[in-house]
């Protein structure tokens, strides 16, 4: 009888316990399963996703998100992908052109890279503008305040810097703004005057009476440090207000350009002719101010077809047919962008202050 009691008080203590620990581990699975959500708020997001058309699902996945890659700069522009996976960008306000490397982040890789005096620039724009590759995946360069379209020998440290051209006509000009390679080799740019002290066509330095649009041909084909060639510099548009982004369709039929004369923001379309020129200029689509701050400025197009342009409240996406169809929105004003990674379905945008980045479904057009 007594064993039998001890036992029976044994048992019930051990039944105590077992449900007291059986609540203690409720009680620290409910901890466990709340701590993450006080701990892990939810991820913040930059800019957002604009979604005009279907059309643009097959552009920009569900659940994409804009990254911040570099910050700190005053006026960012002129992204390229380098064929050795770096990115370079302008950082104009600072007369530099910065190299971003993934995995360790950015380092200055020219300086300056624009104007070259002693005397501080007496203008807001003092270094480079929008970068390229020629067939060789050198770096060429729209010098801006320099004036002229430079190459760069390669990618080594005190390369060899080549200008390709710096007059028109014996004129000097304005500041070469943004670049494209044909296939052929030739060098098509924009010159508007942003790149001179007052930005204005009454500046006192601004030789040309227009704003063109330019053609060297066999830009590529042009030997190291062999003298500028502006005897064969062609003009192909001279009517536009301010010139600025430019880029060509993927067959190259077209060639596109950014107008961002805030009195008249458009993207112009042009036929490509067999000698190079162009015709039958049209507008290909028009930019609507009340949807941000910025214009029409640097573009890019992918595969399909379809431009990316920066414009009112980030990088506009127009298809092949000119319409709107989405806007990769941001947090300040972009102004230019490019394709990179491995697979060339991420788009790098350069913007006032920063560079973004954003994984997207169709691979770009790279030179």
Known sequence: MLSFQRGSRIARMKTRWIITLCVLGLITGCAKQEAPKKEQPAKSTIGSIVRLDPAVDAIIPQGAQV?????????????????????????????????????????????????QGTKPYPGPEPGSNGMTLDKEGRLTVAGHARRDVYRLESFEPGAKLTVLCDRYQGKRLNSPNDLVYKSDGSLYFTDPPYGLPTQGDKDPLKELKFNGVYRLPDAASH????????????????????????????????????????????????????????????????????????????????????????????????????????????????ANCAWGDADGKTLYITASTSVYRIKLSIPGVRP
């Open 67 to 115: 990254e911040k890659i570099a910050s700190g700069y005053e006026w960012t522009e002129g992204p390229v992908w380098s064929h050795d996976g770096d990115l370079y960008f302008a950082a104009i306000h600072h007369n530099s052109i910065i190299k971003w490397t993934p995995g360790q982040g950015v380092s200055v890789f020219l300086h300056p890279s624009g104007y």
């Open 223 to 334: 030997k190291p440090g062999a003298p500028p060639d502006n005897r064969h510099l062609q003009l192909v548009i001279k009517d536009l207000t301010r010139p600025n982004g430019i880029a060509f369709s993927p067959d190259e039929k077209y060639l596109y350009i950014a107008v961002s004369d805030p009195q008249n923001m458009v993207w112009m379309r042009y036929d490509v002719l067999p000698n190079g020129l162009v015709a039958n200029g049209k507008v290909f689509c028009k930019a609507d101010p009340s949807e941000g701050p910025g214009g029409p400025d640097g573009i890019k197009v992918d595969e399909k077809g379809n431009l990316y342009g920066a414009g009112p409240g980030g990088i506009w996406i127009i298809s092949p047919e000119g319409k709107h169809i989405g806007t990769i929105k941001l947090p300040e004003r972009a």
